[in-house]
């Protein structure tokens, strides 16, 4: 068994800051990458912001300059600082890990968290 989770979602006012956190535990062999994803009402998931275990990272353009996806020295924990926050930000937060398990080494799996909600409203 493999746990996603993620915490640290709220209400902020916009211009706001807020830090979310995932760790990803269980029977992993490794991780090779870790992002967060978000799902509006009536939308798509979508990608937020990525990390590989080399410490590459992606961002959507919506979010460039305002969020920064950072790891600690865990390699299965993953935080997502967010500032500047615009009540277009409201959703539901996913993080997403990508990785092997221990009884299946062959395979890539991509383990899910049960997401946090981030609503910006004044």
């Known amino acids: 068994q493999v746990q996603v989770v993620e915490s640290g979602g709220g209400l902020v006012q916009p211009g706001g800051s807020l830090r979310l956190s995932c760790v990803a535990s269980g029977s992993i062999f490794d991780i090779y990458s870790m992002g967060w994803y978000r799902q509006a009402p009536g939308k798509q998931r979508e990608l937020v912001a990525s990390?590989?275990?080399?410490?590459?990272?992606t961002y959507a353009d919506s979010v460039k300059g305002r969020f920064t996806i950072v790891r600690d020295g865990h390699r299965f924990t993953v935080y997502l600082q967010m500032g500047s926050l615009k009540p277009e930000d409201t959703a539901v937060y996913y993080c997403?890990?990508?990785?092997?398990?221990?009884?299946?080494?062959?395979?890539?799996?991509?383990?899910w968290g049960q997401g946090t909600r981030v609503t910006v409203s004044s």
């Open positions: 990390i590989t275990s080399g410490g590459s990272t």
């Open positions: 997403k890990a990508e990785g092997t398990k221990v009884s299946d080494l062959e395979v890539r799996y991509d383990f």
